[in-house]
């Protein structure tokens, strides 16, 4: 039988808070609803009811963030944007009766897609691409483009719109990728023109005189007398109430029979200039950027589905660019692997007491998001990168990597003291080299361990990821 977990304002520990804490510590115990089959909450208002869709769905684990998300209807209207990004809504007296058996059925064929993904369900989704893939999957549906003024992109995607911080740029990104890489199958909605430097949808299409680019301008229909041929702007036929030829005196009575308007006239009331074809100019109403609408992005909006390649990364996982590189340039061993020989190494150095080595940990924070910000240069950044890993290391080192910004180094015949140096270049180079690349200096975290016979891998790896990568 489906049981769910119940999101209310009191101060139980399980539940959230009415109020988000500075320290959120009561939102973390939510966790323990990993098992739970649904949420339910019901809230005052709208604004309310994002605030907790957001903070279930960014949530890292995807037994809780794709966990499905009922909405406790007590009577009000809600707005169809709220509906969207909830999987259900039910009634109040709903609840108190039975949730219905359709329901339920759709929340266990949920639970089924979430419970496939085996234990990667327990395991936190640092990579914004792998958990809007894992949403799509859980939810087996097509993801539409939904019009809104509240987003700067014109459009809104059903539900995993909340997927995201507020950064509504990263949702276009983040699909982008994703069909780069053939992980989704688009279909066309309809098309759209963003700004070429702020993304924003929300452009003024303006006609300006060609010759001094003022907007100030008035517009008068050519009329064309089709009898003597006479043409000139309205205003020269115009006489009372009534259209008179100013060539032949005829009076003009019906259009498309003594007249036509081929075209328009304009004029600049502030360069006195006269044409027929104004130049047309968008200004963006976010960052006011003014340039030809054909400078400006042209963006086809597409609904997207899950491809049978996405399906599989829904699965298993996605592949760490920077990874594939790394096993291809320096042989990046897989962590069970590395352990292995961390192992061996402890042993060596346990039995002749006469050598050092150190564990080197680099965790570039931020290395998986890279791609939204550099696109198509992101591999060329990434063989940069391989390359500087690959001078500061010798053949004797090995390298592995926990998750797509972690890696770890063991340097074979070196000291703690040794390792600094190797760490400071290998920091020094990667702060210069992603700074270059993206206008910012990362946020860079290394650290070195002694390796002898206390060193417990596997602990020391849960501890450093929940002091700096807590959720």
Not at 243 to 248: A, N
Not at 416 to 442: F, M, T
Request: proline share 3%.
């Amino acid at each position: 039988m489906s049981e769910g977990l119940l999101i209310t304002g009191d101060q139980n520990p399980l539940h959230l808070p009415a109020k988000k804490s500075t320290d959120d510590t009561l939102w973390r115990s939510l966790d323990v609803g990993a098992d739970a089959d649904y949420f339910l909450f019901e809230v005052s208002s709208e604004s309310e009811a994002y605030r907790v869709i957001g903070l279930v769905r960014q949530k890292l684990l995807p037994a809780i963030y794709l966990k499905p998300l009922i909405l406790i209807n007590s009577g009000g209207d809600l707005s169809k944007s709220l509906q969207d990004q909830v999987d259900f809504v039910i009634s109040s007296q709903q609840l108190e009766q039975q949730l219905p058996a359709k329901l339920l059925d759709e929340v266990e064929s949920i639970n089924r897609r979430i419970d496939a993904l085996q234990e990667q369900r327990l395991k936190a989704d640092t990579n914004m691409a792998l958990r809007v893939v894992r949403y799509l999957y859980s939810r087996d549906r097509e993801v539409e483009p939904v019009a809104s003024i509240q987003n700067r992109g014109g459009y809104t995607f059903t539900g995993i719109e909340s997927l995201f911080d507020g950064h509504d740029q990263s949702i276009w990104q983040t699909l982008d990728f994703l069909n780069s890489q053939h992980l989704v199958q688009t279909r066309f909605v309809t098309r759209t023109h963003q700004c070429a430097s702020c993304g924003c949808a929300f452009l003024n299409f303006k006609e300006t005189c060609p010759q001094c680019e003022s907007e100030e301008l008035d517009a008068d229909d050519l009329i064309h007398h089709f009898r003597c041929g006479y043409t000139a702007e309205l205003s020269d036929f115009r006489q009372e109430e009534r259209l008179v030829c100013p060539k032949c005196d005829q009076t003009l009575r019906h259009i498309g029979v003594d007249y036509d308007k081929p075209s328009m006239m304009y004029h600049c009331r502030s360069c006195d200039h006269r044409f027929q074809e104004p130049e047309i100019a968008t200004t963006c109403f976010d960052c006011h950027r003014t340039a030809p609408p054909e400078n400006q992005i042209h963006r086809n909006i597409e609904a997207y589905k899950l491809s049978m390649l996405g399906v599989n990364a829904a699965l298993y996982g996605l592949d760490s660019l920077f990874a594939s590189i790394l096993e291809r340039r320096l042989q990046l061993l897989p962590l069970d692997v590395f352990e292995r020989f961390i192992a061996v190494e402890k042993a060596r150095i346990g039995r002749y007491k006469v050598s050092h080595s150190s564990l080197l940990l680099i965790d570039i924070k931020g290395l998986e998001q890279i791609y939204l910000t550099l696109g198509e240069r992101t591999s060329e950044v990434y063989e940069e990168l391989a390359n500087l890993f690959y001078a500061m290391l010798r053949s004797s080192d090995l390298i592995s990597s926990r998750n797509e910004s972690l890696f770890l180094m063991l340097l074979t015949e070196t000291s703690p003291d040794d390792a600094k140096i190797v760490e400071g270049r290998l920091s020094s180079g990667v702060g210069e080299l992603l700074k270059a690349s993206l206008g910012a200096s990362p946020d860079i975290i290394s650290q070195i361990v002694n390796v002898d016979t206390a060193l417990d891998l596997t602990a020391y790896l849960e501890s450093f990821l929940s002091e700096h990568h807590a959720e």
